[in-house]
Structures are given as C-alpha cells and as structure tokens.
C-alpha cells in the first residue's frame, strides 16, 4: 500500500489514529510552554511515548517502553539542526524574562512538528502491519524528516 493510498482509503485505522495523533500535538505544544529548561523535553518525550503506547493499543501492536524510547531518540536526534534548535530553545529559558519568553516562542513549535510527524510515520507503519519490532530506523529517519519539514511549513492544527 503506498503512503496515498493509506492516508486517503478510508479503511483501516487511519483516520483514528490521526485523530490520536492530533490530540497528542496539542498537549505538546503545552510541553513546549513549560518554562523551566529540561522540564519541556522531558514532558514532550512523554507525551510523544504516550502518544506511540495509544496508536499501539489502537493497532494491537505490543507496547515495550523502553524500546520504543530508544526508537524515538534515535528519530529525534536524526534531526540535528531541528533537535539542536530544540535543546537551545529549552535552555535559553535559563535566561531570566528574555530567554523565558524566547524559548517559550520556539519550543511549542518545534514540539508541535516532531509529535505530529512521529505519530504519522508510526500510523502508516502499523497500518501497514509493522510492529515496533519490525520498524527500520534507518529507512524511517528520512520519511521521518520530510514529515517534519512538511509539519514546520504549514503549521498544522491537525487532524
């Protein structure tokens, strides 16, 4: 099944799983607004997990937290420019009033854009039968990038 095909057929689980996904982006945008440094990041990866163990449990695909943590990093840090911009946003909140408000400005953004793009790579993964088991990362760390990039360029309020 091509990616077209899975996001426009109408069968399957698709249009939940989006539906799951685009709750999940909203709750990391509020990560994003935390402003002690760390905290947001820690709260997103949180959400992100929680995000991934809900399309799971919509697909059927056993949960194992720690690998699915590990799988995520591992997509996150593919993106450097875009994981650089994130660290930095999160620690110029160290920054009494300026940097609070910098990092409060980029951050939601940023969060918004790697939940939305994980939560799609991982639902046409499952819908195509993939497990967490059976997913490649290194042939999903570019799908995984052009979905951010797409998710930066319009801002989605998702579906």
């Known amino acids: 099944m091509t990616q077209s095909q899975i996001e426009s057929n109408g069968v399957g689980k698709y249009d939940e799983?989006?539906?799951?996904?685009?709750?999940?982006?909203?709750?990391?945008?509020?990560?994003?607004?935390?402003?002690?440094?760390?905290a947001d990041i820690a709260a997103l990866t949180a959400v992100q997990l929680k995000m991934l163990h809900s399309l799971s449990k919509l697909y059927d695909v056993p949960f194992q937290r720690n690998?699915?943590?590990?799988?995520?990093?591992?997509?996150?840090?593919?993106?450097a420019p875009a994981a650089a911009a994130s660290v930095t946003g999160s620690l110029i909140k160290a920054i009494?009033?300026?940097?609070?408000?910098?990092?409060?400005?980029?951050?939601?953004?940023?969060?918004?854009?790697?939940?939305?793009?994980?939560?799609?790579?991982?639902?046409?993964?499952?819908?195509?039968?993939?497990?967490?088991?059976?997913?490649?990362?290194?042939?999903?760390?570019?799908?995984?990038?052009?979905?951010?990039?797409?998710?930066r360029a319009r801002k989605p309020a998702v579906a």
């Open 17 to 38: 799983a989006m539906k799951l996904v685009g709750g999940y982006t909203g709750w990391a945008a509020g990560a994003g607004f935390i402003p002690v440094p760390g």
């Open 67 to 79: 690998a699915v943590k590990s799988t995520v990093v591992s997509l996150l840090g593919s993106l």
């Open 96 to 151: 009494p009033v300026i940097g609070t408000a910098a990092g409060m400005i980029a951050m939601p953004g940023l969060s918004v854009a790697a939940t939305y793009a994980l939560g799609r790579v991982f639902a046409r993964h499952f819908e195509q039968g993939g497990t967490f088991l059976t997913f490649d990362l290194s042939a999903k760390k570019q799908e995984f990038a052009a979905e951010v990039d797409a998710a």
